[in-house]
């Protein structure tokens, strides 16, 4: 089954809870996880900052709100025990406990802050808020979407702009994401663009490592429809006519299941890049993009408060 929303998971960590003196965060996520019949791959599963465990953060955000009810108290560092208002709750609490349930405490009301209107009779940002967690995502997953949407629409401001530019340009693009990329190291003249007549198939030339000793070759393709085997052929063929082994194909567009099952094949390491990857790098890489705003999310550190 999904992982469980935040809410789903408050009336089984307080059941967790009850069944002794006091229990640990690190019992408590495989505990759930067993609850709910969860597979090792939706445990593993990550929130979009690719960093804490999905499972885990719902988890904490459960424990969160359960101790800013009252219903459970924190012990010592990751650790917490049921008060007896948990155990009251416990007996007469609807199946699945949420935050309205948990509105009907004095000290959540104050955690939570009560829903106001402006002086315009509009509803106040806080029930925007309110109403993403009661949909059960946590903080994090509501900016991670965010992040994720903004991401997505710059992906495809970038691939529209540079299918726009011309081939020469796009073929210096390229060079240009691979520098930034660490090929070549700070050396000058690590990479070259050919991009002529006669260059045999080849669009750029990359040193891998910073003293030359070896080469990357590389095709850029500003392209429609999907790149084919053929041009794949061509550019292993490339390869060989320089006795070269590695080669990064790029394009605007996407390849082929058989152009993908060929370079898999041959003896030439040969890399393919679509465009959706192309724009990923250069986001990645900071390749025709700036930063605008950033936001920078910081956890407590329990370490610090440490008097052991």
Known sequence: MAIPDFQTLMRPVLEFAASADERSMKETHPAMADHFQLTEE??????????VRLLNNRVAWAVTHLKK??????????????????????????KRITLSYLMKFHSFRAFR????????????DQASEDKAWDNGRTPEEILGAAWNAIQEGLESEILEQVKRVSPIFFEQLVVDVLVAMGYGGERSGAARSVGKSGDGGIDGIIDEDPLGLDVIYLQAKRWEGVVG?????KFAGALQGRRAKKGVFIT??????????YASMIDSRII?????????????????????????IKRLDTDYFSEE
């Open 113 to 124: 802050g009560q829903n106001q209107k402006d002086g315009n009779g509009q509803v106040s």
């Open 42 to 51: 939706e445990c593993a599963q990550l929130l979009p900052s690719g960093r």
């Open 272 to 296: 393919l890049v679509n465009g959706h990857r192309l724009a990923k790098l250069m986001i990645a890489h900071d390749v025709g993009v700036s930063p605008v705003k950033k936001y920078v």
């Open 252 to 261: 605007t567009s996407g390849f082929s299941r058989e152009a993908e099952e």
């Open 229 to 233: 085997r053929p041009e794949i052929q």
């Open 69 to 94: 009810a009252e219903l459970i108290e924190a012990r010592r560092r990751g650790v917490y025990a049921i008060t007896e208002k948990g155990r009251q709750v416990l007996s007469e609490a609807p």
